[in-house]
Nanobody, 124 residues
Framework: QVQLVESGGGLVQAGDSLRLSCAAS????????MGWFRQAPGKEREFVVV????????VYTDSVKGRFTISRDNPKNTVYLQMNSLKPEDTAVYYC?????????????????WGQGTQVTVSS
């Protein structure tokens, strides 16, 4: 069992930055690929980015490439999402998720545990 707690969301203006954090419980954090997903009102949950167990591989959705950066600190059981140059279309609830698969996946069905989400609102 893994518990994930996101933090760092908030209300910002377009062009601003935010850093989301996701703290995981348990002693096997380095065994999980970690992903960030987001869900805007009235829309389906969408993949944002994933990082491999050791942090050596990442995959980003096209809309955030060059603006968002994922990183992880395995000794601290934490994954981060640095979001720069935020746009109104980035407004959503952001969820972190942990996957036990041996490969990194962009599909939400590959993830075994989810956080409760943190709201990010970007005003124009």
């Amino acid at each position: 069992q893994v518990q994930l707690v996101e933090s760092g969301g908030g209300l910002v203006q377009a062009g601003d930055s935010l850093r989301l954090s996701c703290a995981a419980s348990g002693r096997t954090f380095s065994s999980y690929a970690m992903g960030w997903f987001r869900q805007a009102p009235g829309k389906e949950r969408e993949f944002v980015v994933v990082i491999s167990r050791n942090g050596g591989s990442t995959v980003y959705t096209d809309s955030v490439k060059g603006r968002f950066t994922i990183s992880r600190d395995n000794p601290k059981n934490t994954v981060y999402l640095q979001m720069n140059s935020l746009k109104p279309e980035d407004t959503a609830v952001y969820y972190c998720a942990a996957s036990m698969t041996t490969y990194i996946s962009t599909r939400h069905v590959s993830y075994d545990w989810w956080g409760q989400g943190t709201q990010v609102t970007v005003s124009s």
